[in-house]
């Protein structure tokens, strides 16, 4: 079974950048899909972005287009999510997630069955 670890995070000024990073450890990342999701309090968990390693697909929500890049690394068996021109609404605690058996990023994070513990995003005015 996979684990998963999530570093990057912090407090960036309006505007700035953040790269967050998703470490697996356990076995081989390669054939799974990978899925970042951020929650806010007293909100339900949104996804980000999400990329299937085997086929390089991505997806992305509307409100990050264009700002953030999610890409994987499968020699290092991490994902990472480039975040520039950070707005403070992207302020959130930001998790990874993933998936074995499907074939394409998913936005609902039911169908993601491993997550990391998450890792926090600050995003000043």
């Known amino acids: 079974q996979v684990q998963l670890v999530e570093s990057g995070g912090g407090l960036v000024q309006a505007g700035g950048s953040l790269t967050l990073s998703c470490a697996a450890s356990g076995r081989t990342f390669t054939t799974y899909v990978v899925g970042w999701f951020r929650q806010v309090p007293g909100k339900e968990r949104e996804f980000v972005a999400g990329?299937?390693?085997?086929?390089?697909?991505?997806l992305y929500t509307d409100s990050v287009k264009g700002r953030f890049t999610i890409s994987n690394h499968n020699a290092k068996n991490t994902v990472a999510l480039q975040m520039n021109s950070l707005k403070p609404e992207d302020t959130a605690v930001y998790y990874c997630a993933a998936d074995q058996y499907r074939l394409s990023p998913m936005t609902r994070p039911d169908l993601y069955d491993i997550w990391g513990q998450g890792t926090q995003v600050t995003v000043s005015v």
């Open positions: 990329i299937s390693n085997r086929s390089g697909t991505t």
